[in-house]
């Protein structure tokens, strides 16, 4: 379990909760997704004291997923969003023992010494201690908050389908895949990669309206750590650390209270995606063998630990296509929905973190705008559109320069 020494996030978490209870603001806001950004925006806006709730296509909730990691520049707006959202991180999250990030070659090394030795073998490395990373799996993180939520606010089996959003109209009109309706005053989507809110948002007719193939495939694995160090020798099985290689790079960290190796084999793929309506095919160990077969002996014996059928996860962006706007009138996107990015930079859902702040801060300085009552539509829309203006140069970079890293990573 990781501490934070910098910030406190485990006091007077009734008393938040109790905030919450009461609503400050009278707006209903609807949030499309009821992943992790989508919940932190919820827990977000309840802090505030507003009436929110969470349109989740899936019957429950996930409990599969990808693990992944928060800065600590993360973890400070988590503090500033809700405390509980950092309590919950605190309780799951493991920091990097080493304080530095290293980046080993993966190819060259003809044995496990070589491999182990980081004058041999590594390549370079960034101070862990300046971006602070905190790993942890996907689920676990989830689960911890979704227990922060008021009783009632997640509804299920809500697909978007349209929403109709007219000034003169009181409220936005959601309709759901099953016939059903409801209304909000500000809709968030945040449902992902794929995301319903992003294509009625710009136009179903528009490249930028969908993510694309990056032309980056990823296969993963949880490996008990007491394996990975017959591999990877103790000091890597125990810290994050990333193996370089021509077409293909591997990125390992702990989780799970350090018992568990969470391995991601990133490979380049010339092809184009089979069918961009599923993110997964399935594939084998013997694919990533394959890809690694001229690599050095430590990187073999932990791909030999993949179980013998593993997914094959194609990775989607919006780096040729990016969104020109993430609101429009009194809905906008959010995390994955509105800037989906390769993982090279291991920022993306970072990025989602600080849209959460910036939205949930931007409304409650809407509603305490004098006017806000007698123009309550177009105040709504201004402050989305303030969010929209202060977040799109920064997310677009990382979309642009994850890219390139993943590039780096593989010697193209």
């Known amino acids: 379990m990781a501490t934070d020494t910098t910030t406190s996030a485990n006091g007077h978490i009734d008393e938040i909760k109790n905030e919450a209870d009461g609503q400050k603001y009278p707006l209903d806001i609807a949030v499309i997704g009821g992943g992790i950004i989508g919940v932190m925006v919820a827990l977000g806006l309840l802090h505030r004291g507003f009436h929110v709730t969470v349109y989740e296509r899936a019957a429950a909730l996930p409990e599969i997923g990808a693990a992944f990691a928060f800065t600590g520049v993360a973890r400070e707006c988590m503090v ?14 493991e920091a990097n023992k080493n304080p530095m990030n290293r980046y080993w070659d993966g190819f060259n090394p003809k044995t496990k ?6 004058e041999e073998s590594l390549l370079f490395r960034l101070s862990a201690r300046d971006l602070d990373y905190w790993g942890c799996l996907r689920s676990s993180l989830l689960c911890q908050m979704v227990d922060e939520l008021p009783t009632g606010i997640v509804q299920f089996s809500k697909q978007l389908e349209s929403y109709v959003d007219v000034e003169a109209n009181d409220k936005v009109l959601l309709r759901f895949v099953d016939g059903t309706t409801a209304e909000a005053d500000a809709v968030i989507g945040c449902d ?27 296969y993963r694995a949880l490996l008990p750590i007491k394996d990975a160090v017959s591999a990877l020798g ?50 084998t160990r013997e ?73 949930a801060t931007a409304l409650e300085t809407a509603v305490a705008y004098p006017e806000y009552r007698k123009r309550k539509a177009k105040t709504i829309s201004a402050a989305l559109q303030a969010y929209s203006d202060m977040r799109l140069e920064r997310s677009h970079w990382l979309v642009d320069s994850s890219r390139v890293m993943g590039d780096i990573y593989e010697w193209r």
Not at 113 to 118: G, I, P, T
Not at 196 to 216: C, D, F, N, V, W
Not at 256 to 265: G, I, P, R
């Open 192 to 218: 992902g990669i794929h995301s319903r809110t992003r294509q009625l948002l710009l136009g179903e007719g528009i490249p930028a309206a969908k993510t694309h193939y990056s032309h980056k495939v990823v």
């Open 113 to 118: 010494e070589q491999a182990e030795n980081e």
């Open 80 to 93: 500033r969003l809700n405390p509980i959202v950092l309590a919950a991180l605190s309780r799951v999250g």
């Open 287 to 359: 694919d990533v063998e394959n890809a690694v077969r001229d690599w050095s002996p430590g990187v073999r014996e932990l791909v030999s630990m993949f179980p013998e059928n593993i997914t094959r996860w194609g990775i989607y962006d919006t780096a040729e296509h990016p969104a020109p706007t993430y609101a429009i009138g009194r809905v906008c996107l959010a995390g994955d929905s509105g800037h989906a990015t390769t993982p090279f930079h291991g920022a993306g859902a970072c990025m989602g973190v600080e849209d959460a702040l910036v939205l």
């Open 234 to 283: 103790e000091d890597k099985a125990n810290n994050q650390c990333t193996h370089l290689g021509p077409n293909a790079h591997i990125v390992s960290f702990p989780v799970a209270n350090w018992t568990l190796l969470n391995v991601f084999v990133f490979l380049h793929d010339p092809e184009e995606w089979p069918d961009r309506n599923r993110m997964v095919t399935p594939g």
